[in-house]
């Protein structure tokens, strides 16, 4: 349940080697865009939801927050995040490190409009101090995702 199951997970499309590991934290966005010395909405932060009894995830840029209303519509729900234990049992990843690889079977992934902003994002590996550039299809495609939602508002 680390960057080692991610690793293993990107060998069979031969980009393992592309996962940039860092000495430094990277476990929020502010922490993981000093890392990668780049702008914090450039981070792709996965967030862990519970959707009627089902865990999903929501890949979002990283300067935005999630607009209950959108999510509501979206989904039939309401917005409730994953307690940290839960993550980790019902995801597979430590809070920090989340992402929308290898994850346990059974967990959808929605990637979130305010990421069309950009050619290149970057999501977590795995762990606290990971993470890998990829273009909006690599991280379609890597992610396995089930749709494109928009779910989310500005923090500004």
Known sequence: MSVEKV??????????DRIEEFEVSSATVELAS????????????????MVNGNPILIVTAG?????????KAQF??????????EVTQLIGYSVGGV???AINDGVKVYLD???RRFQTV???????NSAIELT???LEKYSQYVAWVDVSKSQL
């Open 7 to 16: 690793k293993e997970y990107f060998k069979q499309y031969g980009i393992k």
């Open 34 to 49: 000093k890392a990668l010395n780049c702008e914090p909405c450039r981070i792709a932060k996965t967030l862990s939801f």
């Open 63 to 71: 300067d935005v927050k999630i607009d209950n209303k959108k999510y």
């Open 76 to 85: 039939g729900a309401k917005a409730k995040m994953l307690k940290a234990d």
């Open 99 to 101: 992402c929308p690889f």
């Open 113 to 115: 409009e305010s990421l």
């Open 122 to 128: 970057f999501p977590a590996c795995g762990s606290s």
């Open 136 to 138: 909006l299809p690599e």
